[in-house]
Each structure stands twice: as structure tokens, then as C-alpha cells.
């Protein structure tokens, strides 16, 4: 007697006790080894871009993903945990959180139903760029700045327009501003505190680019605590302005990844169509209302991530053979002149366990790299190595 079957099952012409589904050194049964075939339905414009990724070897002082130095206190982890503990597991989450979008809400201030949160402001720049970008439209953007921006708008379909940096890696307003009315700019991006030059945008300068061009101005403020001015204010003068925001630094929530974006209800609705239904897991949404309960000690930190900031600027500047740019983020770009910057880069994890990242790979950052900042330690440790390694200490 036969077995009855499944709609799940597959075709009996397809799998059979003949020709079972395996794998092996040549890949999938009937694969091409090189995966022609499939790379060809792939878009051409997404196999030129380079993936987002980043190997981290384990240093003594990690100083390369400006995370916070420090882990959230003990007593918010169990308070977190706790939660949790409660919640039932076998539940989803909810899709937005009423409570917690009215605590992000106050502390923004702003209005809840134009509050957003993700998985990472990460996926926030996603839902952003897809709900906005058509085939052809163009997004400018100052360079060197975050390359998810560049990747994500290639994957759909977008062109990318980059607008290098003024000297000292100042923004240049006023080109941006020529280059998004010239290319009739869909979107505009503004990264400030800019990573990876840690630039700060001049006052005034996003009103310039809402009142002068017709684009999405997205104002991507992740490093924002740390320095520099703020377009919160200007949400309620125009539905053209996305302002992103994360947990991941002056927070020092990076391993539990919870962004947020703030924008005119209207468009908030319509950004929400571009995320992914529970894209935020119960944990990370425990965490984030913590933090919010316990700003005044997650705020003493930023003031002493400022100050390490300022100390190691200064020492910087007093070594020969490289020039540190001005920060308002919790990491400073240096350039060096003496030293290969590679060799700086290898010399400090290799000799000194000190692991910052080289960015000297990219356009304009040529023989560069960026320090995180960290505790008043790290930034001595840092600044007592790049001398040795300047004055030729081995």
C-alpha cells in the first residue's frame, strides 16, 4: 500500500531512492563547481559591491569598532534579565512596544507615532533607502563616509553619488548641495558626527540642504552624543528629514543591536513597510527601556569618553610624522607621514596588543587610521606605542 503524500513533498521525478539530494566535494548534485549559473541571476551592479564585513583578531585593547569601553553595569544586566525571565519566550515580540516608543519619544522629544526601532540603526538605513529608492535614483552622500550607504544602494538599484570631503575632511555644504540639485538627488545623506573622519556638519547645514534641494535628507546620528549639532529640531519643520539614531555607542549596547528612527509620522508609516515583522528580539527591547532608565550613569560615561578624547587629540598632536584630525565622535582619524600605515597598524597589535582599525584601503584615506576611544589607559597606551613606533622603537 503506498504512502499517502504532502503537499511538501517533493516531485517523485525530482528525488527518488535512485538519485538522492547530496552534497559533495563538488557542491550540490548537478551544481556547476563555480556557481556560474547562479552568480548570473545575481544583479550585476550587487556582485561589483565589496561585502560588509570585518575580521577582528583578539587584542589586549580593542580599539576598533567604537564600541563603549565599558559593559552596561551589573545591576542593569540583572535587571534585564529579570525581564526577560518573565517574559514567555514562546511569544513574539511586540512589533513597536507602546511604552518603550513613548520613553524614546520623551528623550528625543518627539512624537511616538513618528518613532521607529530596529535591529541596529543598521537595518533602519535599509527600510530607509528601499522604501525610497527607484531603479536609476541617486543618493548623495559626502565621502569618505559609512560604506553601508554606498552597498545598500547598489543592492537597489540606486546610484551612488559621493561628495568628497572639503581639507581636514571639513563638509563641504555647498558642493553637496550643487551635486544633490544637479542629479536631482532622491536622498541626501549626512553622517554626523561623519564616520570615519569623525567631521561634525556645520550649524546650519541641514536646514540648507531641506530648504535648497527636494531630496530625503537622512541625518544619520550615531556618533551624535559624543559632539557636534543635532536635526532632532527640525523634524517638526519638515517630513523630508529622517534623523537615525543607536544603542550601540554612547549606550554601549553593540552586542544587542537597537536602533531607532525619528521622522514625520506620515513617513514613519511608510518606513515601517520597508522592516521586517519582529525585527526586534524581547531581550534587546528589555535592555533598551533600561538604558533609558539609567541615562545619568550611561551620560557620566560619554562625558569621560569626551575627555578621553581631548587627552589623546592632544598627544597626538604632539607627535611627529602624523596628523590627527579633529573629532566630535568617540574615535580620531590619524594620517601618518613617517611610518607606512600598515606597518603602524601590525606594529601596534603585534607588538603592544593593541587592535585599531586601517582604513588607508579607502579613497581619500590613504596611510590612515581610526582609534576608538576607550578608557583613559587605552588612549595612554595607544599614544606611548605610536611614539615608540615613530621614533623607531622597537
Partial sequence: MSQPTSPLDPPASRVSADRP????ASGPAGASSDGAEGLALI???VRAQTAYTLSAPVAQRKLNQNESPWDMPPEVKREVLAVVERAPWQRYPEFAPPALLAELALHYGWT??????GNGSNELIQATLAVALESGDVV???APTFSLYRLLTAVLGGRY???PLGPGFAFDVDELIDVAVRERARVVVLNSPNNPTGSALPAGAVERVLEETG???????????FGGPTALPLLARSSRLVVLRTFSKALGMAGLRFGLALAHPAVAREITKGKLPYNVNLVTLAAAAAALRHQAVLEERVREVVANRVRL???LAALPGLTAYPSAANFVLIRLQAVPAR???RRLLDEYGILIRDVSSATGLEQCLRISVGTAEDMDAVADALARILAGVR
Fill in 140 to 142: 548623495v552622500a559626502p
Fill in 161 to 163: 553619488r559621493p561628495v
Fill in 215 to 225: 531630496a530625503l535628507v537622512v541625518c544619520d546620528e550615531a556618533y551624535q552624543e
Fill in 21 to 24: 539530494l547530496s552534497t559533495g
Fill in 313 to 315: 587629540a592632544a598627544r
Fill in 43 to 45: 544583479k550585476p551592479a
Fill in 343 to 345: 606597518e603602524v597598524f
Fill in 112 to 117: 511616538a507615532d513618528g518613532v521607529l526601532v
